[in-house]
């Protein structure tokens, strides 16, 4: 079983237009994240959310953004793309690290490669 | 703001060779990861360092941190061609209500035959 998934796995598309990634875990963390990898494979977290609820928002234009359902899922949408929203963008899942004070590692799912032409 | 530094950026060794990656951070933090990527794939996470001291072992794979010196170390011994990925080390800062990881700029591995 895939403990944490994406779709779409690879998007193409148009500048200008908006998409959607879609995230779900089955692990029963509660919190989710989503990150982007550049083309110079640099990693750089976006969002976090600790049980639906928005915790971190990075520097992040506007026209990101993440909406949680449940705790289960985290979606990413995307308006009026840009030539450098081109990237990978990863989803990831942890333990709410407020339980018992112990971090927990965070867990990617396999990564949305989207190509904005 | 928090940086994080891996050296080297690329690393090519031969089978049964042994070399360290080194990942220095500036803020204090006593949580670190390394994570492991193949080419086209997603982070597999390898080890979690969660003290001063802390030294964890898998495989041909050893890591290390030092807080008070604001590094960690992946030991490679005896590399085998398998091992080829990009390594990554991230530090955690716990603010209170979120886990904030902030990765290093990797490290390429290629271990040639």
């Known amino acids: 079983d895939t403990a944490v998934s994406q779709t779409p796995k690879y998007l193409v598309t148009q500048m200008g237009n908006d998409k959607s990634i879609k995230c779900e875990q089955n692990?029963?963390?509660?919190?989710m994240y989503w990150y982007k990898q550049d083309s110079k494979k640099f990693l750089k977290i976006m969002f976090s959310?600790?049980?639906?609820?928005?915790?971190i928002n990075e520097t992040v234009p506007n026209r990101f953004s993440p909406k949680s359902p449940d705790k289960a899922h985290l979606n990413l949408h995307i308006n009026s793309l840009e030539l450098g929203d081109s990237a990978v963008y990863f989803c990831?899942?942890?333990?709410?690290?407020?339980?018992?004070?112990?971090?927990?590692?965070?867990?990617f799912g396999p990564g949305t490669r989207l190509l904005v032409l | 703001e928090l940086k994080v530094e891996q050296n080297p950026l690329f690393l090519s060794m031969q089978e049964g060779k042994n070399y360290t990656i080194y990942c220095n951070y500036s803020t204090t933090s006593d949580r670190l990861y390394w994570y492991r990527q193949d080419p086209g794939k997603s982070l597999e996470s390898l080890f979690v360092?969660?003290?001063?001291?802390a030294v964890k072992q898998e495989g041909r794979l050893m890591a290390s941190l030092d807080t008070k010196a604001r590094l960690s170390t992946l030991h490679i011994t005896a590399a085998v061609h398998d091992l080829s990925a990009t390594y990554f080390c991230?530090?955690?800062?716990?603010?209170?209500?979120?886990?904030?990881?902030?990765f290093g700029t990797g490290t390429r591995l290629q271990v040639t035959l």
């Open positions: 990831a899942s942890s333990q709410d690290p407020a339980d018992g004070g112990a971090l927990e590692t965070q867990y």
């Open positions: 360092l969660l003290s001063n001291g």
């Open positions: 959310y600790n049980n639906k609820e928005l915790i």
């Open positions: 692990l029963g963390h509660d919190t």
């Open positions: 991230a530090v955690d800062i716990y603010t209170g209500t979120a886990s904030k990881l902030t």
